[in-house]
């Protein structure tokens, strides 16, 4: 985003402030889907994130870039959510009768779905392994591809702690694979 666009928003101006959502929401909802592992929860948390960072545009500093600023809104929408998380029970493909139905997918390749679903699932029990803020940083890294200082900026953390919290979060997920 431009930064004249950035500081029409900040001045109030509904269509730049629509284009910051617009321009934002795919990556602020990938970061939370990543943190949250749950299409819903993201979903209300990239909502919830978007809300804050238009409602609190007026604090953002221009001289600074703006996407590490938007995830670090989103990165602690969704740290504070993973610490008051409580577990959730779905009854979605429960039938009339209380049994669960079988529900066909539209997949081509059942094969390939399952061991796609199942690296997807063993990525995210790894993620899960790691605390909070490693979590947040391993997928901004890895993810979303920011750099270094954009983590540090981000999480507002100094850039050698970024970077030694990525290297033990590596650490601890290469040793929990390979238990």
Known sequence: ????????????????????????????????YRLLGERREAEDAAQESLI????KLHTYDAARPFKPWILRIASNECIDRLRRHTPEVSLD???DDGAWEWQAGNSPNPEAALLASE????ARALLET????DRAMVVMFYWEGL????IAEATTTTLSAVKSRLFRARR????????
């Not at 804050?52 to 409602?55: F, G, H, N, P």
């Open 52 to 55: 804050k960072a238009v409602t």
């Open 130 to 133: 790691l605390a909070p803020l």
């Open 1 to 32: 985003m431009e930064r004249e666009e950035l500081t029409l928003a900040q001045n109030g101006d509904q269509a730049a402030i629509n284009t910051l959502v617009t321009t934002y929401q795919q990556p602020v909802f990938s970061l939370c």
């Open 93 to 95: 493909g429960m039938g």
């Open 147 to 150: 750099s270094y200082q954009e």
């Open 172 to 179: 601890t997920m290469a040793a929990e694979y390979m238990n």
């Open 119 to 122: 690296q997807e699932a063993r």
